[in-house]
């Protein structure tokens, strides 16, 4: 179970947190990403991190955000920083084991399998 927490309303340049918090005891063995969707749109990548630490992003948040994790809280962040209103959107958490998938990325949603209910980030202008 992946549990999504910490969105809100900011301004645009603003920071924000948030966080993933995965239940079980194999945490470390799965790879996780991060996606948002926003109304009327898609479900679009955002950023990855493997199940060792490698991490990758979308061009639109590249040098803006930061995904980590904390395998001893079984907790993933993504640090969120100079948003924009583009920002937008409901933010999902996602994991697959990376024991019985060995991408070397995942960018499409359809390679996770497990997900969060999301956490709404809203960015006014």
């Known amino acids: 179970q992946l549990v999504e927490s910490g969105g809100g309303l900011v301004r645009a340049g603003d920071s924000l947190r948030v966080s993933c918090l995965a239940s079980?005891?194999?945490?470390?063995?799965?790879?996780m990403g991060w996606f948002r969707q926003a109304p009327g749109k898609e479900r679009e990548f955002v950023s990855g991190i493997t199940r060792n630490g490698a991490t990758y992003y979308a061009d639109s948040v590249k040098g803006r955000f930061t995904i980590y994790r904390d395998n001893a809280k079984n907790t993933m962040y993504l640090q969120m920083n100079s948003l924009k209103p583009e920002d937008t959107a409901i933010y999902y958490c996602a994991a697959y084991s990376s024991l019985s998938k060995t991408y070397s990325t995942a960018r499409s949603p359809n390679r996770y399998d497990y997900w969060g209910h999301g956490t709404q980030v809203t960015v006014s202008s």
């Open positions: 079980g005891r194999t945490f470390s063995s799965y790879a």
